[in-house]
């Protein structure tokens, strides 16, 4: 069950990186590159169980988090140019 | 008891690995950016949910699913808020998403140009 799982994780994971080489936008390869993320993480989930280590859930929790702040750090890079706090936007914040 | 467990396991990662292919078949078939966002939730909520509650099924009342959950729990807050900040960020910049007439008329004129 856990090879088939891997299986439908890969094809997934070779989808999205479609979408992430086609793209028109960046804004689809940020998504694209979003969700690649999260479908590691199941993998390395997966492949814990797997290989009978279940120490790779660290791994996956680690990557899991990991992925959310670049996600976020690319889209403010992508949005004001500045990956700092930049000028004027106080009142609104970044996200 | 095993047997059992073995089954929900089956079933419950099953349903995971159908909704992470129709969500990655619905990220490239979809013509418009927020229509691909939408595809891509699928696979952060219904994908990653029930692979994870298959894994914790086999792995029993352990810290192993303590950690499965805290995943879950992880991903069930950041993936809205990653998606609510690339929809903003996608929108300032100008890329306006498709509304149903506009959807409509390109359909009319692709199968005018192909029938």
Redesign the interface.
Known sequence: MFIAASAAVLVAMFLVLVRACLGPTVYDRILAVNSIGTLVVILIAVFGFLSGRPEFTDLALIYALMNFIGTIAVTKYVRFNDMGAGEGHEEQGDI | MQATL?IL??AC??I???F??V???G??RFDD?YA??HA?SL??TM??GM??L??CF??GW?L?TA??L??LA??FF??P??T???V???L??G?LPEVAAEGRERAKRASEASG
């Open positions: 073995d396991t089956w990662i099953a995971g690995a159908f992470l292919i969500g990655a078949i990220m490239i950016l691909r966002m891509a696979i952060d994908g990653l692979v994870m298959g894994l086999q792995a352990t192993t950690k499965l805290m995943i992880f991903v950041t993936s808020t990653s609510y900040a690339l903003r960020a996608s300032a910049a890329v």
